[in-house]
């Protein structure tokens, strides 16, 4: 038994004391090479792991070593049993002998599995849900091509049975620091109106302003992206699917006055869910939030750990506030939810947030831009989210004051506002800015 533990530990132990010595010390000097390598591997790769696991070449060569170090591993064990195991005469040293192997072949395999498994997931979420096109070469030594900042779109959208079509009722442009992480929060509301379209169809549809058609699409900014999906026109020879996004991207980048990049849609149920895969997100609650139609429910005051459901009437509850209360708590949440995502968590809840992911986003990141967006992301943690909303009485919803928007975007981003095509009043450039410096 003794021998069986030694050689599971290294190599080539029952292979000595059964005076193989040159078998004996080949496997030993396989066991440290093999090992040696590993650390090495782990130490040079150490702040590009996270970069790794989302690349599905190196999932699948992850995977195979896996195997076949556990498959040689506990063929070792095995071998080592067979020299050192008790003659069959002695039944209970050969039972406890057996039994010792098994286990350690258990105590190797296991875990191996269970690598394997993440891996498999890991490698399914990241084909399913990024594309392998990107419509720019992917530089590995720059992948932002020399952008200062990259600005992500992320929605909410509100799809639920018995509701037809998404609206986005959460519109945020994340603008990042290519180089530090540093991030600004651009919050747009749902009822903005009069939106003006970029140059093409939807332009020559709407030339005045989108001012949807009929009752039920009152021409609000939430509206665009169904309105997209359900008139090809407006955006053509665009995939049904990505036509809501092209076009909510183009406009809400001519909103602000910055290109925006890339965009993720993530439903609210389906957010609920990655929530609770989390464990939880801690918030800080600084007034009572009512909630529910009947106002059945209560989130009090101070700092506590929200369950799925719970964050999700944390953004989304409007019951005794409005639109603008929302968006900022809507903020809030998107920065707590980034700073708690920690390795740790992540891998703890791996298959339960593969699952949601898949069921709750889309977009349009490719899959070579991964690695880069991983790193990207450590360095936002480390750094304070600020937030700037568009909402009264900053701006006019009904009669918005775009070149404000944009003056106030740059001034956020310190940069010189760009030209705006359509006539638009001067901006107040005495008006605060009112960035939010943290969300508690």
């Not at 190599?11 to 030993?28: I, S, Y």
């Not at 006019?396 to 009043?425: F, G, M, Q």
Request: hydrophobic share 45%; net charge positive.
């Amino acid at each position: 038994m003794a021998l069986t533990f030694a050689s599971a530990l290294l190599w080539g132990v029952a292979h000595l004391a059964a005076e193989r010595r040159k078998t004996g010390l080949a496997l030993m000097f396989g066991h440290v090479a093999m090992l040696a390598g590993v650390l090495a591997l782990f130490t040079a790769y150490s702040a590009n792991l996270l970069s790794l696991a989302v690349q599905p070449r190196w999932l699948v060569w992850l995977t195979v070593a896996l195997v076949v170090i556990a498959l040689a591993w506990t063929g070792v064990i095995v071998w080592s049993f067979v020299l050192v195991r008790p003659p069959s005469a002695d039944t209970v040293g050969r039972f406890l002998t057996t039994t010792l192997t098994v286990a350690l072949c258990a105590l190797v395999l296991t875990p191996t599995v269970y690598a394997a498994r993440l891996a498999y997931l890991s490698r399914d979420v990241v084909n399913t849900l990024f594309s392998t096109a990107s419509s720019t070469p992917v530089m590995a030594q720059d992948p932002w091509n020399g952008a200062s900042r990259v600005n992500f779109l992320l929605l909410g959208g509100d799809a639920a049975p018995g509701r037809p079509g998404v609206r986005t009722d959460s519109m945020t442009v994340a603008s990042v620091d290519t180089e530090t992480g540093a991030t600004v929060l651009f919050g747009l509301p749902r009822n903005l109106q009069n939106v003006h379209f970029s140059d093409g169809p939807a332009r020559a549809r709407f030339p005045y302003g989108f001012t949807g058609d009929g009752p039920d699409t009152p021409g609000l900014l939430n509206e665009i992206y169904q309105f997209a999906e359900d008139n090809p026109d407006m955006v053509p020879g665009v995939a049904k699917g990505k036509r809501g996004a092209t076009l909510l991207k183009q406009t809400i980048s001519d909103i602000l006055g910055i290109d925006v990049n890339y965009y993720a849609l993530v439903d609210m149920k389906g957010f609920a869910e990655i929530i609770d895969a989390m464990g939880g997100v801690k918030v800080t609650i600084k007034e009572p939030i009512v909630y529910g139609r009947w106002r059945e429910g209560l989130l009090p005051t101070g700092t506590r750990r929200l369950s799925g459901q719970e964050a999700l009437w944390y953004g989304r509850s409007r019951t005794d506030s409005d639109d603008y209360v929302r968006m900022g708590r809507q903020k809030c949440l998107l920065n707590a939810v980034a700073k708690q995502a920690d390795a740790l968590t992540v891998l703890n809840s791996f298959e339960r947030l593969a699952a949601a992911t898949k069921r709750a986003i889309s977009t349009d990141l490719p899959q070579e831009l991964l690695p880069a967006v991983v790193d990207l992301s450590q360095k936002v943690k480390d750094t304070k989210i600020r937030s700037l909303s568009f909402v009264p009485p900053l701006i006019n919803t009904v009669y918005p004051d775009w070149s404000l928007i944009r003056h106030k975007v740059a001034e956020a981003l310190k940069a010189r506002p760009s030209p705006r095509t359509d006539a638009s009043p001067a901006p107040d450039l005495d008006r605060p800015v009112n960035l939010d410096a943290t969300c508690a």
